[in-house]
């Protein structure tokens, strides 16, 4: 593992157990530096601020092992993304609730905004709108996985997804009906 990597993971780790203990705005630079132990130089050799970090987790944790290929559906990239989550609860939770330029919520909307627009293309024919229905989900999905995260005990993976696929298909199928009215 080249040192860069090594450096990365290691704040990173820092990071994810300082998320544990306190709100991400009570971090500072310094504290993810001391807690492992190296200098401010490091980290900003790596990452620009706080936020390019938490992003950097998620994209090398969960984002670089997603294999479209190899996934039956998006329901299943779903899934994996619950799991995930519910198993890095403490940190998702606190990453979730910053907003704002940079953050990890504005990265994550960007990120879901291709899996929401394929679910979109397959719920709802008409091509008009699909724009705002893809910011809906979006807004929707965020809003839920944050409300799920902070619940405690959180429900299992499963039910939540289930219930959330519930939902969708109850209102693509209310929307279908209304069309057709």
Request: proline letters at 4%.
């Amino acid at each position: 593992m080249p040192d860069s990597t090594i450096t990365k993971n290691a704040l990173a780790q820092s990071m994810k157990k300082l998320m544990a203990q306190k709100p991400f705005a009570k971090i500072c630079i310094a504290d993810i530096c001391e807690a492992c132990g190296m200098n401010r130089k490091s980290f900003y050799y790596h990452f620009r601020d706080k936020y390019e970090l938490v992003n950097w987790i998620f994209q090398t944790e969960f984002v670089s092992g997603i294999r479209p290929e190899a996934l039956k559906s998006e329901w299943e990239l779903l899934d994996d993304l619950c799991r995930y989550f519910h198993a890095e609860k403490e940190f998702y939770r606190n990453a979730l609730q910053v907003e704002g330029q940079n953050s990890f919520r504005e990265y994550f909307f960007e990120v879901m905004q291709p899996v929401v627009l394929y679910l979109v293309r397959e719920l709802f024919s008409d091509s008009t709108g699909k724009d705002y229905y893809v910011t809906f989900f979006c807004d929707g999905y965020l809003a839920v996985i944050l409300r799920w995260l902070r619940k405690d005990p959180t429900i299992p993976p499963d039910e939540f997804l289930r219930d959330l696929h519930g939902i969708m298909m109850a209102l693509a199928k209310k929307a279908l009906r209304d069309d057709g009215e």
